[in-house]
């Protein structure tokens, strides 16, 4: 079992905690994942590694509720254990190249849980790091603290302008093209329309261009081939090729239309997780 060590609500919708698996905090490396289950009826699920500490023996992940499991997950507390905990999973991130480099890195939705690790280590390694995040309003903005240690320039937007800075993270992101002419990357990573939206943006400039490919997965190990996704006309799996993937050569509208798959599942599991919470989500 992995006990829950810390739990820190950051938001209504967002939460941080912290789980004792010293065999996952000993490799872990930035831009790797674990897959963990709750119980034996649940369902594995694949979360970012949000951070470590090797000393403590304990990994950091931050989710976001959006459905059965991470609903789930949210009612457990401090004290309380999961069942599973594997990882690390996937490729650990490439970053060495961008030492001493300028770099963009995009997180929206879902996504800015995923890219604050991959900002903090980049910058950690000496890249000089913008940084773009997106939220819906101001309540809901997360770590901005955190996030502001992890780059040289932080641009933190709400989709209804109130924190005074409205506009979807691609709108920054264009602003940052006209003025700087120096990007060797830009990271995105959010939801698929976002990342789409950004590559059509940075194609034209020839700005490589790294997004995470967010399948659904379960196995998490290469073995089932859900999460596979078309990356340069070849089938690559997100789980043991990725989830960085060259963002250039993702078929997004593929990639798009596979994540829409399981929405009538996804429904029902939600019902079944409000019939057990009493009707309240
Ligand atoms: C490698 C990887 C790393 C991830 N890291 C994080 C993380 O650090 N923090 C975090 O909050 N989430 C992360 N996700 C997404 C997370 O795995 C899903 O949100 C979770 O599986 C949803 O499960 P659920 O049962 O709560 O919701 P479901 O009922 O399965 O889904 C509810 C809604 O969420 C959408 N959804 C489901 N799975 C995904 C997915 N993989 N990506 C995007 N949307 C999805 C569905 O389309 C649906 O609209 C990651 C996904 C992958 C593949
Ligand atoms: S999740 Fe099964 S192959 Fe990737």
Do not use: W
């Not at 093209?177 to 020839?206: F, H, N, Q, S």
């Not at 997100?238 to 989830?243: E, I, L, S």
């Not at 060259?246 to 798009?256: K, S, T």
Request: charged letters at 25%; glycine letters at 10%; hydrophobic letters at 40%.
């Amino acid at each position: 079992m992995f006990p829950i060590v810390t739990k820190k609500q950051l938001n209504p919708t967002i939460t941080y905690m912290e789980i004792l698996a010293p065999a996952v905090a000993r490799k872990a490396m930035p831009g790797q994942f674990i897959m963990l289950r709750i119980n034996e009826d649940g369902e594995r699920i694949p979360l970012t590694i949000a951070g470590y500490d090797r000393e403590k023996g304990t990994v950091t992940i931050i989710f976001q509720k959006v459905g059965y499991t991470t609903y789930t997950l949210d009612t457990l507390n401090e004290g309380d254990a999961l069942l599973d905990f594997v990882g690390p999973l996937g490729c650990a991130s490439e970053f060495e190249q961008y030492v001493g480099k300028h770099v963009c890195v995009v997180g929206g939705g879902l996504g800015v849980a995923i890219a604050y690790p991959q900002a903090k280590a980049l910058h950690e390694l000496g890249a000089k790091v913008d940084f773009i995040v997106g939220f819906k309003n101001k309540d809901l903005i997360i770590l901005e603290d955190e996030f502001k240690n992890a780059c040289e320039n932080l641009f933190v937007l709400t989709d209804d302008g109130s924190n005074g800075n409205k506009g979807f993270v691609t709108v920054a992101l264009e602003e940052q093209l006209k003025k700087v002419d120096d990007y060797e990357a830009v990271i995105a990573i959010g939801p698929l329309m976002m990342m789409k939206a950004v590559c059509d943006m940075t194609r034209p400039k020839g700005i490589k261009t790294i997004v995470s490919m967010n399948s659904l997965m379960v196995d998490g190990t290469g073995m089932c081939g859900c999460c596979r996704v078309q990356v340069g006309g070849e089938t690559k799996f997100a789980c043991v090729d990725g989830p960085d993937f060259d963002g250039h050569q993702v078929d997004f509208d593929l990639a798009m239309r596979r994540g829409r798959m399981y929405i009538a599942e996804e429904k029902e599991s939600m019902k079944k997780h409000e019939c057990r919470m009493g009707g309240a989500k």
